[in-house]
């Protein structure tokens, strides 16, 4: 069951990550903005690529699924960046760095990803971020995760996504 609810969650994430990262790009934000919100959206899509490439482990799993949420967050206030300090983006950037602490919670030394608790916090807090990010137009509800790169996939990077 946790091995599921880590995984949907960061595939999630890189959902938004990557939506945020075609949001900014359609709306012609200044470069340094698309440039991060790219970085960002890899970042998420490589911490997805290890938890799916990688034998069920819930604590590694449940990293893979913070690393990917933390980027997400970075996404995000790249989102709030171009968009100014509109309510629905200020509440969105809140609900991804919401979501990113909850992942990371779930993920420490506390949970090692099998607290039920601290994974249900977790996915609560992911479901806030998606609805506030389609509240803000980053994302459509039902969206599919987009078609996009994850860039270049050295082993030493790989291997720090798992820790």
Avoid: I
């Avoid at 490589?46 to 799916?52: C, E």
């Avoid at 996404?75 to 919401?98: K, P």
């Avoid at 803000?136 to 270049?152: I, N």
Wanted: proline share 4%; net charge negative; charged share 20%.
């Amino acid at each position: 069951m946790t091995e599921r609810s880590h995984a949907a969650r960061a595939k999630s994430a890189a959902l938004r990550a990557a939506s945020v990262c075609h949001h900014v790009e359609r709306h012609e934000a200044p470069e340094h903005v698309v440039w991060k919100a790219t970085h960002a959206a890899r970042v998420s899509l490589q911490a997805l690529a290890v938890l799916s490439e990688s034998a069920p482990d819930p604590a590694a799993d449940s990293r893979c699924a913070r690393n990917a949420a933390a980027a997400a967050a970075q996404a995000a206030q790249m989102g709030q960046l171009h968009d100014g300090e509109s309510e629905t983006a200020v509440a969105a950037c809140r609900a991804a760095l919401g979501a990113s602490q909850a992942a990371s919670a779930a993920a420490g030394r506390a949970g090692l990803g099998v607290d039920e608790a601290l994974n249900t916090a977790a996915d609560e807090a992911e479901a806030a971020a998606v609805a506030a990010a389609e509240r803000a137009g980053w994302m459509r509800p039902g969206q599919r995760l987009p078609e996009m790169s994850a860039g270049l996939r050295s082993p030493e990077l790989m291997a720090m996504m798992h820790f």
